[in-house]
């Protein structure tokens, strides 16, 4: 069992930045990949980040790609989104998932383990 736990949202205005953070609670991260999804209310849940547990290429949404950067520290356990440029667009609850030793994922059904979220608002 894998639990994940989110900080680091909150209210920000337009253009302005936010670090999120997902500290996992197993031994070590480092064979798992990991993916930031976010959900709007009245939206389904929509893929944002990933980042492999092998070293490979992360992988981003079109609406993010140059404004968000995906990382990790597996000595701390933990997944971190940047997020630069932020638009109201990008309010939601951000969601950090897990996968054991699994080729990078766009989709929620692809993740095994969930946190419970952290909310982003963006202020126009």
């Known amino acids: 069992q894998v639990l994940l736990v989110e900080s680091g949202g909150g209210l920000v205005q337009a ?3 936010l670090r999120l953070s997902c500290a996992a609670s197993v031994r070590s991260i480092s064979s798992y990949s990991m993916g930031w999804f976010r959900q709007a209310p009245g939206k389904e849940r929509e893929f944002v980040a990933a980042i ?5 290429n992360s992988a981003y949404a ?3 790609k140059d404004r968000f950067t995906i990382s990790r520290d597996n000595a701390k356990n933990t997944v971190y989104l940047r997020m630069n440029s932020l638009k109201p667009e990008d309010t939601a609850v951000y969601y950090c998932a897990a996968v054991y030793r699994a080729f990078v994922r766009r989709t929620p059904a692809g993740y095994d383990y969930w946190g419970q979220g952290t909310q982003v608002t963006v202020s126009s």
Request: glycine share 36%; aromatic share 10%; hydrophobic share 20%.
């Open 62 to 64: 079109d609406s993010v």
């Open 15 to 17: 253009g302005g930045s």
């Open 52 to 56: 492999p547990w092998n070293g490979g």
